[in-house]
């Protein structure tokens, strides 16, 4: 779905990634499983919201994020 970014969010610990999207108004985690994978998403999301623009984001069932792409 295409959205706007509200904001996101990353910690120190380890591929712990979330995105709070405006289509849901909610809190999604970017799926673990590769770091580089989940820092890549990160970065899209990141720079969407950081230039004002939409992303198209891919969740799976559970509502995580499993792919992004401007």
Do not use: E, F
Not at 2 to 15: F, M
Not at 35 to 59: H, P
Request: glycine share 8%; net charge positive.
């Amino acid at each position: 779905m295409w959205t706007n970014i509200n904001q996101v969010y990353a910690s120190r610990d380890a591929q712990n990634a979330w995105a709070h999207l405006a289509g849901t108004n909610a809190w999604h985690r970017i799926l673990p499983g590769s770091g580089d994978g989940v820092t890549n998403v990160l970065l899209i999301l990141s720079a969407a919201k950081a230039n004002n623009r939409q992303a198209y984001v891919v969740r799976d069932g559970s509502g995580n994020i499993v792919q992004a792409y401007l």
